[in-house]
């Protein structure tokens, strides 16, 4: 069964004070990986795509890494504007659904 | 800046009332999915459209739920004789193309069934 599983599922962070979440996934087939952050009342706000192991992305202060089994949100310096839930999501291989499977959310907290 | 646009925000149903929920997707975007998202949870897939054709509606919890895309944009959802397990924000998304591609989210519609 398709599955994904966030960790930590709360983080409260200082403002300056560097970390990682975390997405472990099983997965017949990945067709992509993708990170989200969604804020109280939003919609998810699209983040990046990762689509092979050993593939990065960065923007700002948030960099994206993939391996065969899990992804990393790294997180260099965070402000409070960064305090939101970031979603991790895989989109399976084959078939002709390209639904996402989603895990349940890591809630990051930036303390100024 | 066109995105996708939903509505309505929110919706109040009484238990047994039917409601209709509407996704305006990304203009010239093939693929339309809808998903269910609980408080604390993350989103869960509903149903996909490729253009008109519904092409997976293996995620509608029971016969109640419909999706409908008659002219391959505007999407509807309906839900019949609602329930309080219902009650969720409905979150549609588009994407450029049929696969692989990012999907782009609204804003979701909040659903309270009393």
């Known amino acids: 069964e398709d599955q994904v599983t966030q960790s930590p599922e709360a983080l409260r962070l200082q403002e300056g004070e560097s970390s990682s979440l975390n997405c472990s996934y099983t997965?017949?087939?990945?067709?992509?990986l993708f990170w989200y952050r969604q804020d109280p009342g939003k919609g998810p706000e699209f983040l990046f795509t990762l689509y092979s192991a050993g593939e990065e992305k960065e923007k700002e202060r948030l960099k994206a890494t993939l391996t065969k089994k899990e992804s990393f949100l790294h997180i260099t310096a965070p402000k409070p504007e960064d305090s939101a839930t970031y979603l991790c999501?895989?989109?399976?291989?084959?078939?002709?659904?390209?639904?996402?499977?989603f895990g349940t959310g890591t809630l990051l907290a930036v303390q100024p | 800046g066109a995105g996708v646009s939903q509505s309505p925000r929110y919706k109040v149903a009484k238990r047994g009332q039917d409601v209709a929920l509407r996704c305006d997707p990304i203009s010239g975007h093939v693929s339309l999915f809808w998903y269910q998202q609980a408080l604390g949870q993350g989103p869960e897939f509903l149903t996909y459209?490729?253009?008109?054709?519904?092409?997976?509606k293996s995620g509608l919890p029971s016969d109640r739920f419909f999706a409908e895309r008659p002219e391959g944009s505007v999407s509807t959802l309906k839900i019949q004789r609602t329930q309080q397990e219902d009650s969720a924000v409905y979150l549609c998304?588009?994407?450029?193309?049929?696969?692989?591609?990012?999907?782009?989210f609204g804003p979701g519609t909040r659903l309270l069934v009393l």
């Open positions: 459209f490729q253009n008109e054709a519904q092409l997976d």
């Open positions: 998304a588009s994407s450029p193309r049929a696969l692989g591609e990012t999907q782009y």
């Open positions: 999501a895989v989109q399976p291989g084959g078939g002709a659904t390209n639904k996402l499977i």
């Open positions: 997965v017949s087939g990945l067709r992509g």
